[in-house]
């Protein structure tokens, strides 16, 4: 039997690739130039296996090439990469191949892109948002905890005091009840990613509670607790939400709902959803 080419269709995502059916059945994608180089066109008889080969080698030249200009631009993850390549139709086993490649050649590297990430965010942001902003770009947990480690508790601590005094500052400028002050500064901290007891020593230092009495003792450590379980809640369900919801903006009402059910305040689950969800760049 004659292999017949019946079709030959334009992709809707990517003009620039097209469809080959032989005898009407889809067999194969490929770069619109390779039509011409070898004059492919509907009614023409061809040896598929000959044909098969040449694509597969064309089509993992042109998914190699797109990957080397995304990284051009800016260093990615594995992730991003996959990501990209798939929305732009390359078949799997291209993309594996590609993959290999890159990193056979040191063209991305998971770890080198999280210590790059943390050296660069660190003095403007907490560990806890560093951490789920890298595990959106699709980093491993493991390497990214492995990484922060590197960081000293006293380096974060004095990045939280920087940004906390500019926002001290703008705050001065329409606020002058110092518990509102406090709240809203711990507010800020926590969005930036901080933990609570950096939270609660830097805005102690910048906002002078000798005389206003914001938190006792035990009211503080009742809280501190809450906020302990709430975060270690929204952890585990986010990992596991994550993992078939890829749209921010549902994980987003998903997790909220999730916690509102479970009794917490809506002004400590939306600290909360800030630093897990909307770590990742803007």
Known sequence: MKNIITKIEVQKRNKERVNIYINNEFSFACSAELVYIHSLSKDKVVDVNSLAEIVEEDNYIKCKNTSLKMIEKSYKTEKQIIDKLVQKEYQDKIIKRTIEFLKQYNFIDDKKYAQMYIKDKISAQGKNKTKYALINKGINEEIINEELKHIDDAIEESSAMKLAEK???????????????????????ARKGYNLDIIQKVSNSIVKLDFCNYFEE???????????????????????????????RKLYKKLGDYLLRRGYSWSSIKSVLKNIIEGSDE
């Open 167 to 189: 926002k001290y500052n703008i705050l001065l400028k329409s606020e002058k009840d110092p518990r509102n002050i406090n709240k809203k500064l711990r507010e800020y901290l």
């Open 218 to 248: 035990n009211s503080y450590k009742e809280v501190k607790n809450d906020i302990d379980e709430l975060y270690e809640l929204a952890e585990k369900r986010y990992k596991i939400l994550v993992k078939s919801e890829g749209d921010s």
